[in-house]
């Protein structure tokens, strides 16, 4: 069982930087994957990075890619996402989730543990 809380979002002009963080419970994190989606009121929650359990491999959403990186600190059993040059329609509420395996990193279905979520508001 892991428990996910995500921090850090908030409100930010358009061109500004958040780093988000999600901070895992449980003795395993270092083997499970991990990403961040997001959700706009009304739409499907949407793929915006994932990370392997190792850090090795990374993988976008064309939308955020060269704008956004997601790292980990298995030590602190925590991933971030830093959001570079944000513009209002990454307005949203972002969520972390982690699962042990993974084969389609793009895919909701394909993580079991999520958190609750952090609003961003990117302004114009």
């Known amino acids: 069982q892991v428990q996910l809380v995500e921090s850090g979002g908030g409100l930010v002009q358009a061109g500004g930087s958040l780093r988000l963080s999600c901070a895992a419970s449980?003795?395993?994190?270092?083997?499970?994957?991990m990403c961040w989606f997001l959700q706009v009121p009304g739409t499907e929650r949407e793929f915006v990075a994932a990370?392997?359990?190792?850090?090795?491999?990374?993988y976008y959403a064309d939308s955020v890619k060269g704008r956004f990186t997601i790292s980990r600190d298995n030590a602190k059993n925590t991933v971030y996402l830093q959001m570079n040059s944000l513009k209002p329609e990454d307005t949203a509420v972002y969520y972390c989730?982690?699962?042990?395996?993974?084969?389609?990193?793009?895919?909701?279905?394909?993580?079991?543990?999520w958190g609750q979520g952090t609003q961003v508001t990117v302004s114009s």
């Open positions: 989730a982690a699962s042990d395996i993974v084969v389609s990193p793009r895919r909701r279905e394909e993580y079991d543990y």
């Open positions: 449980g003795r395993t994190f270092s083997s499970y994957a």
């Open positions: 990370i392997s359990w190792s850090g090795g491999s990374t």
